[in-house]
């Protein structure tokens, strides 16, 4: 009795999406006649998905902190892949899969965003409804169902409370490049796996992921940074300045979080990369302008013309 009230207190904490998934689940679990070509066809299915996943050897030259993070997030993907076969889910697949229509993900020369960046924005930042879920906070709610293990559990927690961020390049210390948040002011000490080193005074636009193991192990930067060119950082203080009290008045930081995870609008960062775009090394990408002033963006509508604006209409200024 005690358990079939956890049960049900779990189910009525998850967001409308997630409820429903569970309740799938155990409906599957709960049949006594089984589909056994259905069951098959899923478990052929897994295992063509695993087979996309990085092998031992190739996670083994990874630095520590990074191959972790790197298997949670192919695990995860195998595992969205899944659950997107299902009814509950239609919603994030039309809303990905237009994404992917529109911003064509590969990074440069095919497109600005790169492929860290939009896997990360497609499981853990692209949301539905009041509650905001995203693939994986519904990845997380059905974790009792699909036998996620402890520890890939709390990587995946980590990846889904993570977001994008501008930070400023404070130098280096050993091995790591220490990096300061704006607004926050939190500093960190990270490992950069694109091998983006940089130098001090940079301003970047990246996805910093804490230490797999606490204590033990630096921070990640997760995606490709995006180097920002201009405007300067003082141009960005009163970005936010002005763009801030909008989200949330009375708490900045908070304002902050909101803004950096999920935008004023579903894709205002992606179409901030998209227009912003400058050059590229294989390292890094380069970025030009603020979000909320059209003209100081290269690839802007009001650049472009109606003509130039479209489907890859950053290529037509290569």
Not at 40 to 56: F, H, I, N, P
Not at 241 to 256: F, S, V
Not at 294 to 317: I, V
Request: proline share 7%; charged share 25%.
């Amino acid at each position: 009795m005690a358990v079939e009230l956890v049960e049900k207190e779990m189910v009525s904490q998850a967001g409308p999406i997630a409820q429903k998934l569970i309740k799938e689940f155990r409906r599957f679990k709960g049949r006594k006649v089984f589909d056994f070509k259905q069951l098959d066809a899923g478990r052929r299915m897994a295992e063509d998905l695993q087979k996309t996943v990085a092998s031992k050897e190739e996670l083994a030259e990874l630095h520590p902190a990074h191959a972790l993070y790197a298997y949670a997030q192919n695990q995860a993907a195998v595992l969205s892949e899944q659950m997107t076969q299902l009814p509950p889910m239609s919603r994030f697949v039309d809303l990905v899969g237009k994404a992917e229509d529109e911003y064509l993900p590969s990074g440069p020369p095919m497109s600005p965003l790169t492929t860290s960046y939009f896997t990360c924005w497609a499981l853990f930042d692209a949301c539905i409804g009041e509650s905001r879920e995203t693939i994986g906070t519904c990845m997380i709610a059905v974790t009792r169902e699909i036998g996620l293990s402890p520890d890939l559990l709390r990587l995946i927690k980590a990846m889904q409370e993570s977001r994008m961020g501008f930070y400023m390049h404070q130098g280096f210390e050993g091995a790591y490049t220490v990096l300061r948040e704006m607004v926050t002011g939190i500093e960190c000490r990270a490992i950069v796996p694109s091998g983006h080193q940089g130098e001090k005074g940079e301003l970047w636009f990246v996805r910093v992921l804490p230490p797999p193991m606490p204590g033990s192990s630096p921070h990640v930067v997760f995606t490709t940074p995006y180097l920002i060119l201009r405007p300067d950082p003082e141009e960005w203080l009163a970005y936010f300045a002005r763009t801030l009290p909008k989200i949330e008045p009375a708490d900045a930081k908070r304002a902050y979080t909101i803004l950096m995870k999920y935008g004023p609008k579903r894709n205002y960062w992606s179409e901030y990369i998209l227009e912003a775009y400058v050059n590229h090394q294989k390292e890094v990408v380069f970025l030009a302008g603020l979000p909320d002033v059209e003209e100081t963006r290269p690839h802007s509508r009001r650049l472009m013309g109606a003509e130039g604006y479209g489907a890859g209409r950053f290529l037509l200024k290569l």
